[in-house]
């Protein structure tokens, strides 16, 4: 008996098919181990597929949150002054720093400029934000 059942398990997990253990049970044996293995590979494959894309930025993404969340109105994405400074070669002063430029622009205020940011970005969501770094980061 122990043998038997050791070959319907080793089948499900080759095969992998939710059919196929149904077959199994109708052959009269325990149903209830059945259970156990199919959970085991459905998660294994869901945190497989879910590893690949999730820290890659969506540059375009991060376009479109600076126009549409009103930066541009403010900002320059050359040298020039509007409100705010241009963010041209923004980049070089790190991710820290931009993200905190956005999420609490009091913290720091730049040369001959005031304190006139919006606060309100402290909202935004975690990957709107990071693709928005991404963006601010890819400005020569
Ligand atoms: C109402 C105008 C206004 C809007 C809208 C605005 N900013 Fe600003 N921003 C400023 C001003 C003024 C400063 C300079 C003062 C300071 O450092 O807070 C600034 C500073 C910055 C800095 C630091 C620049 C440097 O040279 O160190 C970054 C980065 C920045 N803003 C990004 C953004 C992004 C991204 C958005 C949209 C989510 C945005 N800002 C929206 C006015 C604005």
């Known amino acids: 008996?122990?043998?038997?059942?050791?070959h319907l398990l080793i089948s499900m997990f080759l095969l992998?098919?939710?059919?196929?253990?149904?077959g199994?049970?109708?052959?009269?044996?325990?149903?209830?181990?059945?259970?156990?293995?199919?959970?085991?590979?459905?998660?294994?494959i869901e945190t497989d597929t879910?590893?690949?894309g999730v820290q890659i930025n969506d540059v375009s993404n991060g376009e479109n949150q600076f126009t549409g969340l009103g930066?541009?109105?403010?900002?320059?994405?050359?040298?020039?002054?509007?409100?705010?400074?241009?963010?041209?070669?923004?980049?070089?002063k790190g991710d820290d720093y931009i993200r905190e430029s956005?999420?609490?622009?009091a913290a720091i205020i730049v040369e001959g400029f005031q304190d006139l940011?919006?606060?309100g970005f402290t909202n935004l969501k975690q990957a709107d934000l990071d693709d928005l770094v991404g963006y601010?980061?890819?400005?020569?």
């Open 24 to 44: 199994c049970s109708d052959g009269g044996d325990t149903p209830f181990a059945t259970t156990t293995p199919i959970s085991a590979v459905t998660s294994n």
């Open 136 to 140: 601010l980061n890819s400005l020569n």
């Open 16 to 22: 992998g098919v939710i059919g196929l253990c149904f």
């Open 117 to 119: 940011m919006p606060k």
């Open 102 to 105: 956005i999420t609490n622009p």
């Open 71 to 92: 930066c541009s109105a403010c900002h320059s994405t050359g040298s020039d002054k509007i409100i705010g400074p241009g963010l041209s070669g923004i980049k070089s």
């Open 50 to 52: 879910e590893k690949p």
């Open 1 to 6: 008996m122990i043998t038997r059942h050791r």
